[in-house]
């Protein structure tokens, strides 16, 4: 009866809990087409910063854009088999694997994987048996659950190992309580394990059917109960100390399906059920409310299958869903913040969905949003329940001249309905259901109708229409339409196509064109001012008033007028961070931020400072990256909602939560030529002709890595840091020497990290190319120049000493000639001087005769005489005198090294 009461208790609080509105959970896919090695995601861990998959065929690393490795059995150090069921990192930072034939332990340094025996020196049974579960304790004790073999237990600082239920071919799964208690579920029984005991005790348990009931997963809340999952009997929730069932969960109730695969209790202490063929069901225990998520056919951002094996929520908050067979399904909390409205194609009421995605008026009044699209005509949304509610179903439409496109709606003080098209002015009287037709007078027919407004005060309540080349007025007190007499500044814009409307608090009426920019007719002088040639965009698309500050959404960009001067205060363009310059509609928010819809999403922007504050596209949740023309509204409560091409998205400004994960930044591989190095060292050295490098770097932040950003910076080649989306850079062509490489990362939001990830490249030279060599070279060539020095030196002497023998050769040969000269001339001469001296005294020579011979033969003797002197006289003796003829002779003897004999 006890528990009864409490479950009667719980149910009701559930069911009062689930009429609230519950913020939608969508996820981004990850499966074989996106690098998944196979489609079940049996195990999901974080470790070393990467998130792991493990499938039946392989472990895979994510890395947070996608699965950039795959490992899987190959031979040495690797896995012992290709179906990974259990991942775990310990607190010791090892990083355990359960696979189908035993334990691996993961070495991130070799990147490879030890046996359990190779990791810890003990050979055990655990190598070679299936593993399903792996589990660490408050004792640092990791407890590891087989397929057949019960549940053995290793202390990693004993290195010992102990087994238990080791008969038990059941187990099925186990959890470590807030108090530190380990509870173990077989098909039948629940057990506990007791410390002082050293053994499982099992739990009698308070329900009636257990024998039939088989227990799959267990996990206990923060309160210490419970949670078993069944296998056909939905989930049971256990107080232990109160022995009795807290609750009990069952499909067509709380659940979708009765066969519970896994369970996990996230950071916000909500329970989530993952089931087979059920989807998810999230349990909230403050609200005390359930939300059931699964796959919807229509909607590609659902569950993608209905069959969970596996639930795991990482650091950053963001939770992982291992499916059957479509892969891995990722909920990331800060990635889908938008609230989006679109067509239930699935839905069999007519009246309960959004009638088109395409759409072209959002209009506001009390707690209602009315929904004007393309083709659907118009919607009626609750904002108190966020449901869709029957309008204009029963409206008699005698002349048929309701269409299914609407582009604009307005109310009057009487709660009547307007519209306008082609075919007039329409009012909807929603109480009496009827629609009152005002056909245009005198007017040709357009096409396009893009506004109506109600104009107070001034104007005496009228409904100005403006459309395709067509600007009208319509008096709500006659009920007729009247033209622009009275105001004949307007009459000129008659034949202009007005796009948007709006009265300023002076009651002042700004209208935006197509093709001919901006007016505003003054309520007091009824005059129109022309905003230009300053105000050059000609395409108006939307207003928003804050502050005496009238802001203007363009063609070319956001534009600021003060509305007291009327003059152009600011034009905020790409240049000023604009993603964008196509602004089709302006809300602002309670903290005085413009949010500007455009043609890349949704833009937050600080309207003081002029600054792009943040900036969401379709893969944040919007409904497209494309939104249209002055679908916009803001209510009360400050939700804002905008409509664009594929729906409608809502949010709070408040509610947009900012993303603080600080992440940590890796260099993950370096690669050279066709050579990639993944597991990267602080330096690496590489040969000249190893000169091509690209280098690859992420930051772990997995919400919104699409918008993670890098700054890097190569110290010899870039002056200054780099900004970057990308995760890769090439340095081609770089020249010998040393590079410090230097990356940081920052995270969706823009937050940065302060580490800095570095690796040092050395390029080594060409041997030709070192100092060595060039030392070399220079040691040669002085080495050539002392050799030529010496060789000439050498061809000098050898020079002088031929000279000198030479001289001496010519010298003999002077001395013979000489010798020769003065016997055969002067001794010849002499002879002959001798005969005519011995003839004196002959009578019969003539003396006078015989005087003359010998005076002229004397005369010839002394010219030869002196002759041959003159030409044994050196030139130094005629110069210098004899001592130093004599010196130079001595001294080039010396030289030439020659001996005198």
Known sequence: MKYILVILWWSGSIVMAQTMLQKPIFFEHYNQSKGLSQGTGYAIAQYDDYLWFGTQDGLNRFDGYGVEKVFRQNKNHSLHNNSIYALLTDSQNRFWIGTGAGINLYDKKQQRFDSFEQAFGHKHLIDDVAIKRLIEDPKKRVWILTEERGIYCFDPSTRSIRSFLTQNASLHDFCIAPDGTLWLSSYQKIYRFDERKQRFEALQLPIKNATNTFFQCILTDTHGQLWVGTNDDGVYVISPTEKCVVAHYQKDKELLSNQINTLMRDARERMWVGTFMGGITIYDPYSRSFQNIYHQPTN?????????????????????????????????????????????????????????????????????????????????????????????????????????????????????????????????????????????????????????????????????????????????????????????????????????????????????????????????????????????????????????????????????????????????????????????????????????????????????????????????GLQSNEFNTNVAYRHHDGTLFFGGVNGINYFKSNDIQKNTFVPPVRITHLKVSDSVYTSVLPQISLRYNQNFVEIAFTAFNFSNAHKNQYQYQMTGVDTEWIQTKERRVSYPKLSPGSYVFRVKGSNSDGIWSDNVATITIVITPPFWDTWWFRMGLVALLLLGIWGLYRYRMYQIKEQQAHDLALAVQTQELERERFSKEIHDGLGSSLALLKLYLQSIGDSKINVQELRNRSVHLLSDTIAETQRLIYDMHPKTLAQMGLQYAIEEMTQRINESGQKIP
């Not at 699935?346 to 949003?369: C, T, W």
């Open 300 to 620: 590609p951002r659902s569950l993608a299958e209905n069959n969970v094996w596996q639930l795991y929520q990482d650091r950053q908050g963001i939770v992982w869903v291992g499916l059957s067979g479509q892969g891995i399904d990722k909920y990331d909390p800060q990635s889908f913040q938008f609230g989006l409205i679109q067509k239930d194609y699935a839905s069999q009421v007519h009246a309960k969905s959004l009638r088109d995605n395409m759409i072209f008026r959002l209009y506001g009044h009390k707690d209602q949003l009315y929904i004007g699209t393309e083709t659907g005509s118009l919607s009626k949304f609750s904002l108190a329940d966020y449901q869709f509610e029957p309008f204009i179903e029963n409206t008699k439409d005698p002349t048929q001249s309701l269409t299914r496109e609407i582009r604009n709606i307005i109310t009057d003080t009487e709660e009547q309905f307007w519209i306008a098209n082609w075919k007039g002015l329409l009012r909807i009287h929603p109480a009496k259901h009827t629609i009152t037709t005002y056909p245009f007078v005198g007017q040709r027919v357009s096409r396009y109708l893009y506004e109506i407004k109600l104009v107070k005060n001034g104007f005496q309540n009228e409904i100005w229409v403006g459309g395709e080349e067509l600007f009208l007025r319509f008096d709500l007190a006659t009920k007729k339409w009247k033209n622009w007499a009275d105001i004949p500044a307007l009459a000129t814009l008659a034949n202009y196509t007005i796009r948007v409307m709006y009265q300023d608090q002076q009651q002042n009426v700004w209208l935006g064109t197509l093709e001919h920019g901006l007016f505003c007719l003054d309520a007091k002088t009824r005059q129109i001012k022309h905003f230009g040639p300053k105000f050059t965009c000609l395409n108006i698309r939307s207003f928003w008033e804050e502050a005496a500050r009238l802001w203007i959404g363009t063609d070319c960009g956001l534009i600021e007028i003060d509305e007291k001067s009327r003059e152009v205060v600011s034009h905020i363009t790409q240049a000023q961070g604009l993603p964008n310059e196509v602004i089709y509609a302006i809300l602002g928010d309670k903290h005085k931020q413009l949010w500007l819809s455009t043609n890349e999403g949704l833009v937050c922007f600080d309207a003081h400072q002029k600054r792009v504050l943040s900036h969401y596209t379709a893969q944040d």
